[in-house]
């Protein structure tokens, strides 16, 4: 059931069952399209007839469309049903400490344009300029990808609790920076921003198939420039008193450990973060690399890890040790059925799994927790890009439209999941 609080009285009187159907119509066509109008009312346990009202209530609001027809053992062909999506697109944004890369999606995430990379500024003006400069040249020049509903941006930090502020960013220096407005009004659109990693566990959570069995608590960990975490908690993104639950790349790994960017000796993010690794490589702190490196990334140690770079691959499992102890004080504080790891280091995934695994399983307080589920997420699957584009697609499709000003206190799969499984009868 949804939590209710005084505040949220709008959505409770707006949760009619009719409103909680027509999201649940949004969801499976969402995870099913193309679908026919037999297919959701059987999807639904509904009555055809009034699954096909709220499908035209929906057609005639440009929610869904009809495409092709679909193939029918006997009688008439079905005409299926598609979310319309056309004609409408996200400038979508995943900021990090050095770079910022930008894309067009349409409203399920997919990209629409080339993605493009810039040097991330460090004055909060001057990055939203240049962002904003950035997202109307794309604009300009992708006048296909139909008109820009919002843009999501994806930040390496904390934000209040109602999403505009960056409360503190530790690798950009940021500490109480307005971001949503300057860049809305630098725009003239529409502005959602999120944690990055909360990001990437909402557009975790929407992707996941509308019927399915609500798949348990999940963690998402994003191993980058730093370490930022998202987790879902009964279907909704868990934000706490704060907005800055998830941050486990700061909890203490030793209290005498290197100096974190946070401003405190020995948290995780200084063990397993990409400069951590690339440290350890070069033996001594980076940036700078040496010149002979050019520009080294995670990715090439795994590379010269494998073709025998003794050092890269010792660099890179004292890495996989630190994340495996890591992982295990995630996993005895919340047990969740799921992580996803994303993040360079993931590309080095086959040689160091068992390193990490031998460090969850020493850690972990009952054998099994050593195995719970880890999911690499391939940083060519853009994660965080995703993310930043389900900011704008959530809402968009989503069941929390214009609640509160934040389109991220439950996923586009709650209703579904909140009534049980529809396929139930
Ligand atoms: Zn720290």
């Known amino acids: 059931m949804r939590r209710l609080h005084t505040k949220e009285l709008r959505i409770a009187t707006r949760n009619t069952s009719r409103a909680i159907n027509r999201q649940i119509v949004l969801n499976l066509l969402r995870t099913h399209q193309p679908v026919s109008r037999a297919a959701l009312a059987r999807l639904m346990g509904m009555q055809r007839s009034a699954v096909g009202l709220l499908v035209n209530e929906l057609i005639a609001q440009g929610l869904v469309r009809e495409g092709a027809t679909g193939e029918a053992s006997r009688g008439r062909k079905p005409t299926l049903l598609h979310l319309d999506s056309r004609g409408r697109c996200a400038a979508a944004a995943d900021m990090r400490a050095t770079r910022t890369f930008l894309a067009l999606t349409d409203l399920m995430g997919r990209e629409l344009s080339p993605v ?4 991330t500024d460090h004055d909060p003006g001057a990055f939203v300029q240049n962002l904003a400069g950035r997202v109307r040249r794309l604009l300009a020049e992708h006048p296909e990808a139909g008109r820009c509903q919002g843009v999501g941006l994806a930040v390496p930090g904390m934000l209040d609790r109602s999403g505009s502020v960056v409360v503190h960013a530790p690798r950009l220096g940021w500490r109480n920076v307005a971001l949503k407005e300057p860049l809305a009004a630098a725009l003239g659109l529409p502005v959602e921003l999120e944690n990055a990693a909360k990001a990437c566990a909402l557009a975790q959570l929407w992707a996941t198939r509308g019927d399915a069995q609500p798949s348990g608590d999940m963690v998402f960990l994003s191993v980058s420039d730093g370490v930022g975490g998202g987790v879902v908690v009964g279907g909704e993104v868990l934000r706490g008193r704060h907005n800055v639950a998830g941050e486990f790349g700061h909890m203490p790994l030793s209290v005498d450990g290197p100096l974190c960017a946070c401003g405190s000796p020995g948290c995780w993010e200084v063990y397993v973060s990409n400069l951590a690794t690339l440290s350890r490589y070069v033996g001594r702190p980076v940036p700078p690399l040496p010149a002979e490196l050019g520009d080294l990334t995670v990715d090439g140690l795994a590379v010269r890890a494998r073709s025998g770079d003794v050092r890269a691959l010792t660099a890179l499992l004292a890495t996989a040790r630190y994340l495996g102890l890591g992982l ?4 005895n504080a919340l047990d969740p ?9 993931t590309s080095a995934w086959d040689l160091i799994e068992s390193t990490v695994r031998a460090g969850m399983a020493e850690r972990t307080l009952v054998a099994a927790g050593g195995d719970t589920e880890i999911v690499v997420v391939q940083t060519e699957e853009r994660p965080r890009l995703r993310g930043a584009a389900a900011l704008v697609g959530v809402p968009a499709f989503g069941d929390d439209q214009g609640s509160s000003g934040r389109v991220l206190h439950s996923s586009g799969d709650a209703p579904a999941q909140r009534l049980g499984n ?3 009868r």
Do not use: N, T, W
């Open 116 to 119: 493009v990379s810039f040097a």
């Open 328 to 331: 295990a004080s995630i996993v």
């Open 337 to 345: 059925a799921r992580i996803y790891l994303s993040g360079e280091i």
């Open 422 to 424: 529809p396929r139930r």
